[in-house]
C-alpha cells in the first residue's frame, strides 16, 4: 500500500517549495518521510521546469530531527533483542538525502521557521543559503542520547564554523539563536517570522532567473576545494570555465551585457 505523502509540494513559476508535513510532531524525520523527500528532490532534478527549490517545515517548526518512536530506531522494550543497527537507517535514507541535496542541479534554499534539531539542522546546513526566522533555532542534538552529528554534520559544521565552533555545538548541544547562527557564518540571513516565507520565495525566484548551471557547479567546485591543492584547484576551475563557456547561458549573459539589457538564462 502507498504510504501517504509526509510533505506537501507546489510550485510557483519555476521555484519548486517542499514542506516536510508533520506538525504535530515538529516535522520529525520518519524513514517514510525521508524516503518521500529524497524521492521529490530527484523528481525536481529531472524536471526542466524547476530552476530552484525551497525547502521549510509546516507549523512551528522546520524539522525536529529523527523520529525516535519510528521502528528503525527505537528500542526494543524487550531486553533480549538485539540493538537496533542505526546504521542502515543512515545508510538507507539519511545517506542517499544528503547527497541530493548537495548534487541538486538547481540551487536550494531552506527556510528554517522555529528548531532545526539534529539531522533536521544539518538538512538545512547542506543546502546552499539558508535563511531563518527570527525565532528560529539550530540545535545539534545527538550528544544528548549518545550519538555524533549526521545527515553530514560533521563535514558540514566544522567547514562553516571552524573546527573550535563546531566542537561547541556538537558536544554541548544546546540551542544556538538563528542570529547568533547568522554572527558566527553557519546561516546566511535572519528575517522577521513573518517575512520568511515571502523572502524566501522572492530569493528563489531571483535565483531562478540567474544560471543555474554555473551556480550548481560553483557549489560543486567549493565542496572539493577542501580536497584540492591549489594547482588542481585551478584545473578544475579551468576544465569547469570551458565546460560552461560553451554553454547557451555564457552567450546569452554576455549579449545582454553587450546590449545593455536583462538575459534570460536557460541552461540547467
Given at each position: ?32 518521510l525521508l524516503a ?53 537507517l543512515l545508510d ?36 546552499d543559503l539558508v ?138
Open positions: 500500500m502507498q504510504q501517504e505523502p509526509q510533505y506537501l509540494s507546489s510550485q510557483d513559476g519555476a521555484v519548486l517549495t517542499l514542506t516536510l508535513n508533520r506538525p504535530q510532531a515538529l516535522n520529525a524525520f520518519t524513514s517514510v518521500q523527500l529524497r524521492e521529490a528532490l530527484d523528481a525536481a532534478a529531472e524536471d526542466a521546469s524547476v530552476r530552484c527549490v525551497v525547502i521549510t517545515g509546516a507549523g512551528r517548526g522546520f524539522c525536529a530531527g529523527q523520529d525516535l518512536s519510528d521502528p528503525y530506531v527505537k528500542p526494543s522494550d524487550d531486553p533480549a533483542d538485539a540493538p537496533k543497527d542505526i546504521g542502515q538507507g535514507f539519511y545517506v542517499p538525502l544528503a547527497l541530493r541535496v548537495r548534487s541538486m542541479p538547481v540551487p536550494v534554499i531552506a527556510a528554517v521557521n522555529g528548531v532545526a534539531a539534529g539531522a533536521g539542522a544539518n538538512l538545512a546546513l547542506g543546502c535563511l531563518a526566522g527570527q525565532s528560529a533555532s539550530f540545535i545539534q542534538a545527538f550528544a544528548k542520547i549518545g550519538l555524533i552529528p549526521d545527515c553530514g554534520g560533521t563535514w558540514l559544521l566544522p567547514r562553516l564554523v571552524g573546527r573550535a565552533r563546531a566542537l561547541q555545538l556538537a558536544l554541548l548541544g544546546e540551542k544556538l539563536p538563528a542570529a547568533e547562527a547568522q554572527a558566527m557564518g553557519l546561516i546566511y540571513q535572519v528575517v522577521a517570522d513573518e517575512d520568511l516565507a515571502a523572502t524566501a520565495q522572492a530569493l528563489a525566484q531571483r535565483l531562478s532567473q540567474s544560471p543555474v548551471r554555473a551556480m550548481a557547479q560553483t557549489r560543486r567546485l567549493f565542496d572539493q576545494a577542501g580536497l584540492l591543492d591549489f594547482d588542481e584547484a585551478l584545473k578544475q576551475e579551468g576544465l569547469t570555465q570551458s565546460q560552461l563557456g560553451f554553454g547557451d547561458d555564457y552567450q546569452e549573459g554576455v549579449n545582454a551585457f553587450l546590449q545593455k539589457r536583462k538575459p534570460v538564462f536557460k541552461d540547467r
